[in-house]
């Protein structure tokens, strides 16, 4: 198949980086507060047309012609005027940026420190992708400016995880670890640490994130650094090798007996899958393995299925098969992925498995195929390959998001996608890509998201998990009524 690029393995963006949004604006500009709104029609129960702001233009990073033809600039300048939500003292700053020329449209106020307006004026001289473009951001993680470090985590979160080990000599392990056992880092942030230490971290810093796995001496204080588990586990594997898993296999996988939490075996699949497809430290067999230990608890073969069949390791066609015929209502919806494994495989042992499961079950069969027909629609509507991004990768640019040449896939890609596609469509949706940030640094849901092509494979993906979660709950359901 051909090769995906991968934005950070734990980091999912919170919003837009300025550099995004500025990217999408056709205008960017410091301003200054001059006129704020009346104090009336900022009150919760105010009525009529949502109160506006005046601003004049302090810097333009942006868009100089369209700013100065809008007449924004020069001894007479016309005051920008736009939604002000919030109350802010005269001579307060702005990123302001606007779209639709000649006729600006222009965005909510961003409030930005003097600081903040240094940091974006350097935006526009970095690379576009690369480890030097890592390099700058890495000074603002846990920045005092809130709006800096979230924005620095956000270019992190989208960057392909090529460009973060290609920063492996220029990170700070020391600082690394310590926010990482600091307990008043976010989660978020914590997993983009621990996938960072991976890469530049040392056998010392190993036992201590070892420590926190195993979790028994932490201090109640301390319980909060277990958070983001995920790249804690990947973390640890990938600074000590094939040799890590030994000690997932016995808090995480190897359950037998023992009380696992399900978001700490979840977690550490999650980490599996990074191993599986980004690190060239474990062998793809020994993460297997890992996973296929799993096929020993029935409630949470799931799980794994689709990892096997991307995997291609058709080494569990016989469990499977054990698994589909004592299925019970605790685990009957394990029967669905089963049946697709079962013909993405090419063993001759799998086509004679599926007729058996067929007569057990003719309903999850069927069931089976919807899954398989939607999914094939995806492979088949999607010959291009998506970025880190969610948005198709360009052709014709052959380094696009991989650091090397991208290919179209071949027929038998496509034939292996169409037979694997199906036992994937179970799996998490990630969803979709972050939205602009508004004036109070949140989200704007209203937004529309980039690339059509990106947002129709969300979709797909969208359908196809709809799907497999109606079908898992109605059998759950049926079975409780019996």
């Known amino acids: 198949m051909p090769a995906v690029t991968r934005a950070c393995p734990f980091c999912s963006a919170v919003s837009l980086t300025f550099a995004q949004e500025i990217a999408q604006s056709e205008v960017a500009v410091i301003a200054k507060l001059v006129e704020p709104p009346p104090a009336a029609a900022l009150s919760p129960i105010a009525e009529g047309p949502l109160p506006k702001g005046k601003f004049a233009v302090v810097e333009v990073l942006k868009g100089g012609e369209l700013v100065d033809a809008g007449g924004h600039t020069g001894a007479d300048a016309t005051p920008i005027e736009t939604i002000l939500l919030e109350e802010k003292p005269v001579g307060s700053l702005y990123l302001l940026m606007a779209i639709e020329p000649p006729k600006l449209v222009w965005s909510s106020p961003v409030p930005v420190s003097e600081r903040a307006v240094e940091y974006l004026r350097k935006l526009a001289d970095l690379p576009e992708k690369g480890a030097d473009r890592l390099a700058f951001f890495q000074q603002y993680l846990e920045d005092e400016d809130d709006a800096l470090a979230r924005d620095a985590y956000d270019e992190f979160a989208v960057a392909p995880y090529e460009d973060v ?124 393995a890992s996973l296929r230990l799993l096929l020993a608890e029935p409630k949470l073969a799931d799980l794994v299925i689709a990892d096997l069949a991307r995997w291609q390791d058709w080494s569990a066609v016989d469990r499977l098969t054990e698994l589909f015929e004592t299925a019970t209502a605790d685990n009957i919806f394990v029967r669905e992925p089963i049946v697709n494994y079962m013909r993405a495989c090419p063993l001759p042992e799998a086509a004679v498995a599926l007729v058996k499961l067929e ?108 799907v497999g979660m109606m079908s898992r709950r109605m059998l759950r359901s049926g079975s409780a009524a019996h």
């Open 165 to 288: 080990k290609g920063l492996e000599n220029r990170m700070d392990a020391t600082q690394l670890l310590a926010w990482i056992t600091d307990p008043k880092v976010q989660t978020n942030r914590r997993r983009l640490y621990a996938t960072m230490l991976g890469v530049c971290g040392t056998k010392a810093d190993a036992k201590e994130i070892e420590r926190i796995l195993v979790g028994e001496d932490l201090a109640e204080s301390e319980a909060e650094v277990r958070s983001g588990l995920d790249a804690l586990i990947a973390c640890h594997v990938t600074l000590t090798g094939a040799e890590g898993l030994d000690l997932v296999d016995r808090l995480f996988l190897d359950r037998g007996d023992r009380d696992v939490p399900f978001t700490e075996t979840y977690a550490a699949v999650m980490a599996l899958r990074f191993l599986g497809e980004e690190s060239e430290l474990v062998p793809r067999d020994r993460v297997l």
């Open 359 to 466: 007569k057990i079950d003719p309903d999850a069969v069927r069931r089976a195929a919807t899954m398989a027909g939607l999914a094939g629609a995806i492979t088949a509507a999607t010959p291009s390959v998506p970025s880190a991004g969610g948005e198709p990768a360009d052709p014709g640019d052959p380094q696009a998001g991989t650091g090397g040449p991208t290919v179209p896939p071949t027929a038998a890609d496509l034939e292996l996608a169409k037979r694997v596609a199906p036992v994937l469509a179970d799996e998490d949706f990630v969803g979709a890509p972050p939205a602009p940030r508004t004036a109070a640094g949140g989200s704007e849901k209203t937004s529309p998201t980039r690339g059509g092509s990106g947002l129709m494979w969300l979709i797909w993906v969208a359908v196809i998990v709809l």
